[in-house]
């Protein structure tokens, strides 16, 4: 798979939607301190993404949803969901 298709609306769209299923995985769980601030900054990342798609500024919007997956996905290891 080269960069194009990385970076293509329908892969972003489908990530987006991946990581809108792992955030309902954790929705019950009460982040505090730290832990929060990620999980915060991987729902700000996922909304910029949405944002860029929105522009079709490609590039961006696939940095910022694979930046969301890496933190969100921190997070559940932590918590032994992954």
């Known amino acids: ?8 609306k329908e892969k972003i769209q489908i ?13 019950d769980i009460s ?3 730290k832990q929060k601030e ?13 944002y860029y798609l929105e522009k079709e500024d490609m590039r961006t919007a ?3 949803i694979e930046y ?4 969100l996905d921190a997070l559940r290891m932590i918590h032994d969901l992954i």
């Open 31 to 33: 982040f505090t301190g």
């Open 1 to 8: 798979m080269n960069n194009i298709d990385l970076e293509s």
């Open 62 to 64: 696939f940095g910022c």
């Open 38 to 50: 990620v999980y915060d900054r991987a729902v700000d990342y996922m909304n910029d993404s949405k």
């Open 68 to 71: 969301s997956h890496g933190l």
């Open 15 to 27: 990530d987006i939607e991946k990581l809108e299923r792992n955030l309902r995985q954790v929705e």
